[in-house]
Every structure is written in structure tokens, then in C-alpha cells.
């Protein structure tokens, strides 16, 4: 068994762990036992380490440096071309009862995945050194927080977990000697024999990213990957949190959080979901150019929301950084995102420019000379290839960002007015629609289609069911899912909670040529505005048989310049189309069998308000 030891520098090694948790101490032996690692490093999360770790890491060639006069201790990552997105073919849910993963999750039987990962972990992390990372989803001592350990053999997971999360000795604090906390194990599958060089990016070809929702622990294979190995993210934020959301009446949500104010200085929140690559991030940041009217930043991806004492939906923002989608992303979309991105962070899979910056596709219009692409060759700008991997990263501290709103991290969140929904939709969904009621929204989002992106394996542009945007993250079965989200309406009849309004929304309507219609990114603050003008029980709107849409002018679709036609398409329900998506829907929600009856009875009264019935 190796030595623990409380930090990496070689002056400093202690036989005993940093903490009195005795089950914390057990299972990290245990699992050192197995993976027989060259030693233990319990990270402490200071200035220090990181400093340690990056070197380190700059010598064994998985971190390029960028020039500290263009981002000050920003880093750079090219991984493996093999391990760039999310894989949901490789992802798991293995509860007790197949039934509880559902439809839509693989399922193994937990038995046979522990055995499975018994074998995978036998002797995987030789010749690397095992981090221990105590971590902490939510404010630092907030009652909303869950306290996570996550094992790792990746420094590039420590340096990312720093960024993304709260994490270190505090953390050991607070979680004490008995606290609860989800397991996380994570290696990246490659041991080194002795003597043996490593490689820029280690991982291996076979992965697997399981979670035991019961137990809530999680267990990740073979991939060095953000969703697939930063298992305070997805895996725990989403996958085991929305199991504990089931079980004690809360929400774990894939929904940005903003602060909007008006013109007269009122605030709302509001919080949205979008599937990944789909504009979170994008609208997190948003910086309108409607007069009087500021956005700041809560969160970018993930929301955690209960009913406080007052009756209200608070949310919280379980994580700490961004990791964010680098193309697209510029001084006219997201400047906002720019000024975040010039100090403490690592980027990866982007291109690196001869100053030793990064760069990628938006970043600038023309891109620079010399530039050296995601795979580490010349980049050559005819070859049409992009430079930076489509789904290339940005990893920031939240703090840093311009737009970051003063409560973003207070312990007991921030009251939600709205609730958005939306998906890459080309034709058929409008620029936005208000539900009717709760239920109606429960049944909009369930019902949500978006086109593929590079965030996860598979086919980019090819239409998808992802309900509530959490088709890949939902922990359990997404029929019981919907049941939940339709519990929580129905509760709200027989007691004060007041209920956030529900909208969806599409910023992705193209003509036949396949132009966006609606110009997006800053402009989405008008149908922001909107929202909140309907939260205040004003703003013009035109009942139709899919839902409540905003009239032009609500909008303000004449300040647009629009090409003639635009607006009535982005504003409009087309009978036919809807009929088609009303038939599509009741065969999809057959799917879900009878366990979600208030969404046959929402799909009822959409097909007599078409008169289909
Ligand atoms: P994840 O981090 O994967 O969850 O993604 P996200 O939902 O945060 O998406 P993000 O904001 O990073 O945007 C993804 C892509 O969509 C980027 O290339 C953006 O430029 C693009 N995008 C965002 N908002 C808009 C918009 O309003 N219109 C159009 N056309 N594209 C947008
Ligand atoms: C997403 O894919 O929704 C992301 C990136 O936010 S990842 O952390 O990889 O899930
Ligand atoms: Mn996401």
C-alpha cells in the first residue's frame, strides 16, 4: 500500500490522511489497494498545488503554457483524437431494477458492473499517482450542497475539478468525521509499466461512465473528457443529484441561471434549459442591447432547485467554473465569455497560435497565421478543416466573469420567475411560446427535439427527443421523471408554492437555405424581455392552439430589419406542421407508457385545440 501523502512536493510526505472520516479512509485504501498506484496525494486545493501540478504536467507534455502576457496561468490541452465529447453509447445507469433506468438509459446490472469494474481497476493506475479530491457541488456550507470525493489518476481532472468546483482541505472540514458524500473513481485506463514514458493525453480506447444511483457512487473508465471524467459535472450534478431530487422532492436541472433587471430596476431570475452546445452558456452571458435592461451570469449549465419557506423555486448553481463550448464564441456573440477567458484557465482541443495563445473558429473573423490545430499539426486554412475541434473547451472560474451576479453564490439560491425551454429546431417550433399552465410546460418540454451537436458522440444535425434537455443526464427513468415534474405542479394546488411560468423557446429557425431566421445571441434579450413583462402580468400576447406567443411588437421585430416574411414565420403556428408534431407526440409519449397520465391528458387538449380529436 502506498504512503499517503498531504502534498506532492517530495519535503512534504505524512503517513496519515487529512481527515478523521474513517469510511472515507477505508474506501481510499481500498481502492488504492486495487489500482495499486505509486502513491496517494490528497489535494488540498491551494495555489501551491495547482502551481505543482501544472508544471509537472507541462513537463510530461499535457499542458502547454500560454504566453502570460496574452492569458496570465492559462493552460492548454490537446487530447487524444479519441476522446473529445461525451459518450452516451459508454454510459451507464445501473440501479437495482432495470425499470428504474428506464427507456431511455443503457442499463447493467450493478453486480455485474462491479465486477466489471473490479476487473478494469486491477492495477489500472501503475505507475501514476492516485489524487483524492474532496469536492463540493454548491456553496461552501450551504444546506442545498452535496459533498463529493472524487479518486483520480488524471492531474488534468484535479486542475479542471480546482476550476469547476469547490474543492480541498474546507472541504474535509465540513464533510467532518462521519459527513455524507458520493464516491466518484476515476481512471483514465492507461498504467504505465516501470520505466515506461507517459503519453500528452493517457486514456483508453474501452470506456465505460457508470453510476449506482442506490448507492450514489459513480465510477468512470478510460476517458480524460469534461462530462465523462469531471464527476462532479454531469455525473453527480445531474445523473446521482436528479436520484436525490426524485427521492426528496426537489429538482436537479440542466438550466443556466440568469438576473435579469429592468429598466425600472426590478430583478427577476430565470432559469433555462437547453441541450448541450444549444446556447446556455451564450444566453448565461448575454449582454442586451435593449435599453435599460442588464443580464448577470448565476450559472451556465446546471441548476439545483427547492421551494424555500416563502413559497418560492430557489435555485442554486451547484458549480464554481465553466466549461464552455470555445467555437463560436466571440467578441460580437459573447464578450462577456472574452473577458472571462484572460486568466487561470485551461483550454482544450482549440487551435494555438504562433505567439503561444489559443485561437478557434469566431474567436477573430480572419484567423491568424501559423496557426497549430487541435491534433498538433500546421494548420492548413484551405484543407477545410477547422482548426479547433467543434466541441473544443474553455475551463474558467466563474468569479472572473464581468457579468457574474452578486448572489451567485449565495447558500440559499435565488428565486426563479420563469423557466425556459428550448432545442436546435429548424422548422415547426416559434421563436417563443408561453404555457398555459404548469402542466402544459411540463408537457412543451417533455416533448422537446434538438439537433445533434458535437458535445456528444453521434450524428450532428440529426433530430433527437431530449426531453427537458436531460435526455443524457437523467439519473433514472425518464417517465418517472416526467411524473415528478407533474407531482411538483400538482402539489402547488394544495399549498402556497407559487409556481415559476413555463416557456419554450427556439433560437434556431432556418429558412430553405438553411439561414438562421432570427439573428440570436443579443438579441435574445427581447424575448427575455417578454418573459418578464409576462411574469409582470403585461406584454402582448396571442393565444393560439400550441400555446401563448409573443405578438411582433411585443418583440420588437420592426427594430430588426428583417427580410420580409421573417417575423410571421418566427411568430406563427403552422396548422398542418402541428398536426404532424401533435401525431409524432402522442406515438413518443406512448413510449413513457401510462406513468405519466397529466401529459396524455396535456396531448388530449392539444389535438382538440387542433381539432384532431
Ligand atoms: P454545453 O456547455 O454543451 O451545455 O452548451 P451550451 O448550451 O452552454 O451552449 P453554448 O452557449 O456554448 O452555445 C453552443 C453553440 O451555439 C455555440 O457555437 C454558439 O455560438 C451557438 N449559439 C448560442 N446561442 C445562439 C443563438 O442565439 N443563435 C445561434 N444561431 N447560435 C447560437
Ligand atoms: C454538455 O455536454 O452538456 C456539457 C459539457 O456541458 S460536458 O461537461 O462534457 O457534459
Ligand atoms: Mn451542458
Not at 175 to 197: I, K, Q, T, W, Y
Not at 311 to 338: C, D, K, M, S
Not at 339 to 344: A, F, G, R, Y
Not at 483 to 493: F, P, Q, S, V
Request: charged share 20%.
Amino acid at each position: 500500500m502506498p504512503a499517503h501523502s498531504l502534498a506532492i512536493s517530495d519535503d512534504v510526505v505524512v503517513a496519515l490522511p487529512p481527515t478523521p472520516h474513517r469510511g472515507l479512509q477505508d474506501w481510499i485504501d481500498e481502492v488504492a489497494a486495487r489500482a495499486q498506484p505509486d502513491r496517494v496525494v490528497w489535494c488540498d486545493g491551494t495555489d501551491a498545488e495547482w502551481d505543482l501540478l501544472s508544471e509537472q504536467m507541462i513537463e510530461t507534455g499535457t499542458l502547454v503554457r500560454l504566453n502570460p502576457r496574452l492569458r496570465r496561468n492559462s493552460f492548454y490541452a490537446r487530447s487524444s483524437a479519441s476522446d473529445v465529447a461525451r459518450v452516451e453509447s459508454r454510459t451507464f445507469i445501473c440501479s437495482e431494477h432495470e425499470a428504474d433506468a428506464g427507456p431511455t438509459n443503457n442499463w447493467v446490472d450493478p453486480k455485474d458492473m462491479r465486477r466489471q469494474f473490479a476487473e478494469l481497476f486491477e492495477g489500472c493506475m501503475r505507475g501514476r499517482t492516485m489524487y483524492v479530491v474532496p469536492f463540493c457541488m454548491g456553496p461552501m456550507g450551504s444546506k442545498q450542497s452535496v459533498i463529493g470525493v472524487e479518486i483520480t489518476d488524471s492531474p488534468y481532472v484535479v486542475l479542471s475539478m480546482r476550476i469547476m468546483t469547490r474543492i480541498g482541505t474546507p472541504v474535509l472540514e465540513i464533510l467532518g468525521g462521519d459527513g455524507f458524500f458520493v464516491r466518484c473513481v476515476h481512471s483514465v485506463g492507461m498504467p504505465l509499466a516501470l520505466g515506461e514514458a507517459d503519453v500528452a493525453w493517457p486514456c483508453n480506447d474501452e470506456k465505460w461512465i457508470a453510476h449506482f444511483p442506490e448507492t450514489r457512487e459513480i465510477w468512470s473508465y478510460g476517458s480524460g473528457y469534461g462530462g465523462n471524467a469531471l464527476l462532479g459535472k454531469k455525473c453527480l450534478a445531474l445523473r446521482i443529484a436528479s436520484v436525490m431530487a426524485r427521492d426528496e422532492g426537489w429538482l436537479a436541472e440542466h438550466m443556466l441561471i440568469i438576473k435579469i433587471t429592468n429598466p425600472e430596476g426590478r430583478s427577476h431570475f430565470i432559469a433555462a434549459a437547453f441541450p448541450s452546445a444549444c446556447g446556455k452558456t451564450n444566453l448565461a452571458m448575454i449582454q442586451p442591447t435593449l435599453p435599460g435592461w442588464q443580464v448577470e451570469t448565476v450559472g451556465d449549465d446546471i441548476a439545483w432547485m427547492r421551494f424555500g419557506t416563502d413559497g418560492r423555486l430557489y435555485a442554486v448553481n451547484p458549480e464554481a467554473g465553466f466549461f464552455g463550448v470555445a467555437p463560436g464564441t466571440g467578441p460580437a456573440t459573447n464578450r462577456n465569455a472574452i473577458q472571462t477567458l484572460t486568466e487561470n484557465c485551461i483550454f482544450t482541443n482549440t487551435a494555438l497560435t504562433a505567439e503561444g495563445d489559443v485561437w478557434w473558429e469566431g474567436l477573430t473573423d480572419q484567423p491568424p497565421s501559423g496557426l497549430t490545430d487541435w491534433t498538433g499539426v500546421a494548420w492548413d486554412s484551405g484543407s477545410g478543416k477547422p482548426a479547433a475541434h467543434p466541441n473544443a473547451r474553455f475551463t474558467v472560474p466563474a468569479a472572473q466573469c464581468p457579468s457574474i451576479a452578486s448572489e451567485w453564490d449565495a447558500p440559499q439560491g435565488v428565486p426563479i420567475s420563469a423557466l425556459l425551454f428550448g432545442g436546435r429546431r429548424a422548422t415547426a417550433v416559434p421563436l417563443a411560446i408561453e404555457a398555459f399552465d404548469w402542466d402544459h410546460g411540463v408537457y412543451l418540454a417533455a416533448n422537446m427535439a434538438s439537433e445533434g451537436t458535437a458535445a456528444a458522440e453521434g450524428e450532428v444535425g440529426k433530430l433527437r427527443r431530449d426531453p427537458f434537455a436531460m435526455l443524457p443526464f437523467c439519473g433514472y427513468n425518464l417517465s418517472d421523471y416526467l411524473a415528478h415534474w407533474c407531482r411538483i405542479g400538482a402539489a402547488a394546488e394544495n399549498d402556497s408554492r407559487i409556481l415559476p411560468k413555463i416557456f419554450l423557446v427556439n433560437w434556431f429557425r432556418k429558412d430553405t437555405n438553411g439561414r438562421f431566421l432570427w439573428p440570436g445571441y443579443e438579441e435574445n434579450a427581447r424575448v427575455l424581455r417578454w418573459v418578464i413583462e409576462r411574469v409582470e402580468s403585461g406584454g402582448e400576447a396571442i393565444e393560439t392552439a400550441i400555446g401563448r406567443l409573443p405578438t411582433p411588437d411585443a418583440i420588437g421585430m420592426s427594430d430588426l430589419n428583417l427580410l420580409p416574411g421573417v417575423a410571421e414565420a418566427l411568430l406563427s403556428v403552422d396548422n398542418e406542421v402541428w398536426i404532424d408534431e401533435a401525431r409524432r407526440n402522442r406515438a413518443y409519449l406512448n413510449d413513457f407508457g401510462d406513468r405519466v397520465p397529466a401529459l396524455d391528458h396535456q396531448q388530449d387538449l392539444l389535438e382538440q385545440r387542433l381539432h384532431l380529436a
